[in-house]
């Protein structure tokens, strides 16, 4: 997530990039920097080139979160692709003046149009980044409204992954071209080491080896934190090893993340902002009434988090996807306002019976009661707790405290065994747990 936009790879100077309306320079750092660990992925690429110097048809589509390397691994495509023969120069040329950073086939990079240019002598190649969006496409547009490419021509395109349903499947299961889809995960722990020694020039100390893997081996966010830090002095070198002379973070750093962050909703914002005060997993239970709302508000939120490559899912869970990020974005929130939030957090994890510590309220007459009702008040007299009846119904505990407290009110009672006691009354079946002692 969250690296140089333009995926962190390019020597020195100033750079556009792709995803970010931000120019900064990198230090010297040797091309194939942002490509360890991506062997796999470059040797895709040959083979489809290879496919299309043969005079066959090729479409790649390469996924990832912010700073995986996906412009960097379209760097490489390109000089590839010259080095067999392929047209590339003007018709897929990095144009770094328009607000997002494209490689372009002719003004237009409609798929199909670049065989008017050519003559069918040489390959042709066409890499189109932040495909998403591509120009002279109408906004919302599918991928299926593209001419699909024409013979002796391979089309490489790049999208941000977790931006929705894929819009280029189709265009790869056409059987009249070879359709392949990459998607750029994360760095081995090897692999970012190695990334991190190739950018600094040396070996690193363990405490620095630790933070960097605190990125969770996101090439782009390693790049901006070890440029960071050479840039502010942070690092120096002891006995042939580069040892870390600081404990803050650079703000070069920050300032990746915010303009990254800056691209989504203020809600999503105000999502990781809090989230990532409370710990690398997201609790539904402790985050949904800090921000006001109930835990089925957070689902498209935590998508579009996902989509920032701040978080991740984990099988059923929601994390951060590295430590690294969690503690920028948490370094970001005011020194007094983290700690209300703290102890907002703290109070919610207190153990207490909320339902039970409502004042008497006044007694009504009962309506008839749900299904749902039913079910609770039978779990209640089971001696169920909150959480416990939670799991059983598939709820989060908050949704079954605001239906108790509910029940409450219609009874007229402020405890359990009140509420037992007055459904018996009125002729609700209860269990073993509504019998007075």
């Known amino acids: 997530m969250l690296g140089s936009g333009s995926e962190a790879g390019e020597e020195g100077g100033a750079r556009r990039s792709d995803q970010l309306e931000l120019e900064f320079t990198m230090v010297t750092a040797p091309p194939e920097t942002l490509l360890c660990g991506r062997e796999r992925e470059l040797s895709c690429v040959r083979d489809l080139l290879e496919y299309g110097r043969r005079g066959g048809t090729a479409l790649l589509t390469v996924e990832g979160v912010p700073g995986s390397g996906k412009t960097r691994l379209l760097r490489e495509t390109v000089v590839l692709a010259k080095q067999l023969g392929f047209r590339v120069g003007d018709e897929a040329a990095v144009d770094c003046g328009v607000r997002r950073s494209r490689y372009r086939c002719g003004s237009a990079a409609r798929p199909g149009d670049h065989c008017r240019h050519t ?76 990334l991190a020694a190739e950018h600094l020039g040396g070996p690193l100390s363990l405490q620095l080896a630790e933070l960097v893997e605190q990125a969770a081996g996101n090439p782009g966010l390693i790049v901006e934190l070890l440029t960071g830090l050479q840039e502010e002095r942070g690092l120096g070198t002891v006995h042939g090893r580069t040892e870390l002379l600081t404990d803050r973070l650079p703000e070069r750093l920050h300032g990746r993340v915010r303009a990254t962050l800056g691209q989504h909703s203020r809600e999503c914002r105000q999502l990781l902002s809090v989230a990532s005060l409370l710990g690398s997993e997201v609790v539904y239970e402790e985050l949904a009434p800090i921000l006001s709302t109930y ?126 006691r007055a459904a018996a009354r009125h002729g609700t079946p209860v269990g073993a747990g509504s019998r007075e002692p």
């Open 119 to 194: 003559a069918s002598v040489h390959p042709t190649l066409v890499v189109v980044d932040e495909a998403d969006g591509l120009p002279g496409r109408p906004a919302g547009a599918g991928a299926a409204e593209w001419r699909g490419p024409r013979s002796h021509a391979v089309w490489v395109a790049a999208r941000r992954s977790s931006t929705g349903p894929d819009p280029f499947r189709g265009l790869r299961s056409d059987p009249t071209r070879r359709g392949e889809r990459l998607v750029l995960g994360s760095l081995s722990s090897a692999a970012s080491l190695r």
């Open 295 to 420: 835990p089925a508000a957070l689902l498209l939120l935590l998508e579009e988090a996902c989509a920032t490559g701040a978080m991740r899912h984990d099988g059923g869970r929601v994390v951060f996807a590295g430590e690294l990020v969690r503690r920028v974005i948490a370094e970001s929130v005011p020194a007094t306002l983290r700690q209300a939030l703290l102890r907002e957090a703290d109070a919610l994890r207190s153990p207490r019976q909320p339902a039970e510590a409502d004042p008497p309220p006044r007694a009504t007459a009962p309506t008839p009661l749900s299904a749902q009702q039913h079910t609770l008040i039978q779990l209640v007299s089971e001696g169920l707790t909150n959480r416990q009846i939670a799991r059983r119904l598939d709820l989060s505990p908050h949704t079954v405290n605001y239906h108790l407290r509910k029940l409450f009110r219609g009874f007229g009672v402020n405890s359990r065994i009140d509420l037992l």
